[in-house]
């Protein structure tokens, strides 16, 4: 880093080193680390560029810059990641919550809207005690929940849920639970393989968002995935539809098939994923919900014709 240089030209220095390095988006990483190691909001940023960078955080900064350049995410360096509105603490204990993650979230809400309407109406005017005394909560598990983004968010967003997650990874889970805890949400948490901590409970809603790289492909992504976020939440076996398999054999373990079963997956596993839910025969409406670049990313099973 150059001596007496101001924020802009120790932006405009870094932006440059990390094109030179490959990185993708220098700019805004470069944006993102300043913020990080000043202290600095996006408004107080722009404000602050034409002061003298602090010799205090100079150490700081050349560290975080070196980091970013050899390929660690950004998200990683900075130790959180916003998902929903709200922000999550991640390690590299856990993937890095992406936006898309979030079209899932939503989707989970609006089918069971539309399933429950008793039990979320009130909840959606406000009144969350008359949605949560007269009945009983749904009971929804996020499975593989790693930073706990799913999780954390559906038990925030909706008081009448009674939300479960579990993780294989006991290092995920610590990092979940402590996302859970600093937005006061309230989320059991389960160590285990997929549904196998669930065995023998009713489950309402199923939602994950599971490994789903095949695993001959890992080598060939870009490194900041590669070579930083854990292989086991990328890993889905030789074809990535082994957890979803698994998954839905594991529905033995339950009293009875959730009504609502929701999936993340990656490009072109759409129709792979939909014809294994149509195969089990607990949905009777499968839904394939696209991204924002259009991609089919979402998987939905509902069963709209259960009867007590």
Known sequence: MKPKQSIRGAFVEASSFLTQCGVMEPQRNAQLLLE?????????????LPEPFPEAAVAAWVDAVTRKAAGEPAQYIIGEQEFYGLLFTVTPSVLIPRPE????VEAILQ???????????????????SATSTTEPLVVADIGTGSGAIAVTLASEAPYLRVYASDISPEALHVAERNAASHAAAVT???????????????DIVVSN???????TIAGLQREVRDFEPRLALDGGEDGLWPYRIMIEQMDLLIA????IGFELGMGQAMDVADMLR????????????DLAGIDRHVIGVDSLFEL
């Open 101 to 104: 993650t979030e079209l899932l």
């Open 189 to 203: 948490f389960r160590e285990g393989n997929l549904l196998a901590p669930f065995a023998d409970m009713a489950l």
């Open 36 to 48: 990080h190691v000043l202290g600095l909001s996006s408004t107080a940023y722009y404000m602050a």
């Open 279 to 290: 195969q089990a025969g607990h949905w009777n409406e499968i839904i394939i919900v696209p």
């Open 210 to 216: 599971p490994p789903y790289i095949p695993a001959d």
């Open 111 to 129: 089918q069971a809207e539309r399933l429950w309407p008793d039990r979320t109406v009130a909840s959606a005017n406000g009144d969350a005690t």
């Open 257 to 260: 098939p959730p009504r609502i």
